[in-house]
């Protein structure tokens, strides 16, 4: 089943094997992409077994910039960058999607060179720490309308940049993820209270980014579904919100922690989040990625033959061993 072609959209995949996104922070400091970037997707890709690969969040906007060296997807002036970057992933005969983000409270003030923002003016409950360790500004209205806009604009420098489709990053405690979650949305406009408002961002994102690059091409959202913390977001608020973004139009779900970030307290089996999208697939009819303690191709297997997912993410075991891909497919 893992070497199963997969449709999405107009796009075809050659298999369910995922490259799930990766920071490297490789840049010099000035979002572009360098050479060793190039090498570190070349290795891992030029065997041509990775139907898919998902790059590293790359930043919309200077505020939503997670770290010194990231990717960076929030000037024109990147593209040609880009290109270089979806030209060795064709090259190795793997589709590819640009994972966009907004750092939120995350980010740090020397990085941006502004105060962190994010739903509430809250720290985040994350460990270890992420961003500066200062409380973070609550958006306005009229700033959240302007980071909606930069996702739509860095959707469209992907897809001239000639990705084969974009991923909304709303896990792993970044700024979507920090309006999702009730551990850290306190808000009391439309924006915050119930499921449905804290899901506003979200929904006018994915309206804008579709509006921006047409009915045809693919958009994903990464969601951080549940957070496995008291008091914070459930499997039944993934299942919901999952619902929600394929009203909306999403083509593809992609299933990861939230406040817990990509492990999950206690689990480290292959699959540690597959009750989470188990119950997401068995809601929609859009494919869904699972991510999470992988390790063989058979464990891969096993999750899509017991309906765990459409797609399986294999991240660290990429890392520690370029060739897995060509040894285990
Ligand atoms: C070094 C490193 C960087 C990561 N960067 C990102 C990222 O940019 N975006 C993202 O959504 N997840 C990121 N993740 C999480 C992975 O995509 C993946 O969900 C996680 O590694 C769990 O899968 P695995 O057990 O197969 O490694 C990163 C993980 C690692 C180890």
Redesign the pocket.
Known sequence: MLKEPVQIKNVTLKNRLVM????TYKTAGDGKVTKDILDYYNTRAEGGKIGLIIT??GYICRQGKAGEKQISFADDADLNSLKKLVEVLHQCGSKAIA?LNHAGSAASAAVTGERPVSASSMILPVTPPMGDGSIPAELTAEQIADIVQAFADAAVRAKEAGYDGVEI?S??AYLLNQFYSPLTNQRTDAYGGSLDNRLRIHRETIAAVRAAVGPDYPVAV?LGGCDYMEGGSTIEDSVYASRVFEEAGIDLIDL?GGMCR??RPGHEEAGYFKDMSAAVKAAVNVPVIL????KTAEEAEQLLAEGAADLI?????L?KNPKWADENL
């Open positions: 799930p996104p990766m920071a590293e969040h994972q990053h896990a792993h990464r990861s990509f492990t991510t999470g303690g992988v993410g294999v991240g660290r075991e890392l």
